[in-house]
Nanobody, 123 residues
């Protein structure tokens, strides 16, 4: 089992920045990729970004490319999401996710979820 705990959410004004963290514990060495999803009220959970555990290859959704940056510190078993130039439409619950495979792009790829952290961007 892998446990994921997010932190760093909160309230920020349009154009501001936040950094989310995701601490992994348990059998975290078994994960092939980790990433971030978000879910706004009344909408589906959608992919934002992913990073492969061993080689550090990253991928992003078009909606956040150039504004969000995913990174990880394997020694600390922690993943980050730096979010810049935030917009009101970025308001959502943000979830940390992990897959035992290197592929992480859709909800079906996810084997483990964090509990989520709220991000609210005020206009």
């Amino acid at each position: 089992q892998v446990q994921l705990v997010e932190s760093g959410g909160g309230l920020v004004q349009t154009g501001g920045s936040l950094r989310l963290s995701c601490a992994a514990s348990g059998r975290s060495f078994s994960t092939g990729a980790m990433g971030w999803f978000r879910q706004a009220p009344g909408k589906e959970r959608t992919f934002l970004a992913a990073i492969r555990r061993n080689v550090g290859i990253t991928s992003y959704a078009d909606s956040v490319k150039g504004r969000f940056t995913i990174s990880r510190d394997n020694a600390k078993n922690t993943m980050y999401l730096q979010m810049n130039s935030l917009k009101p439409e970025d308001t959502a619950v943000y979830y940390c996710a992990a897959s035992t495979w290197p592929q992480l792009r859709v909800v079906a790829d996810v084997d483990y979820w964090g509990q989520g952290t709220q991000v609210t961007v005020s206009s």
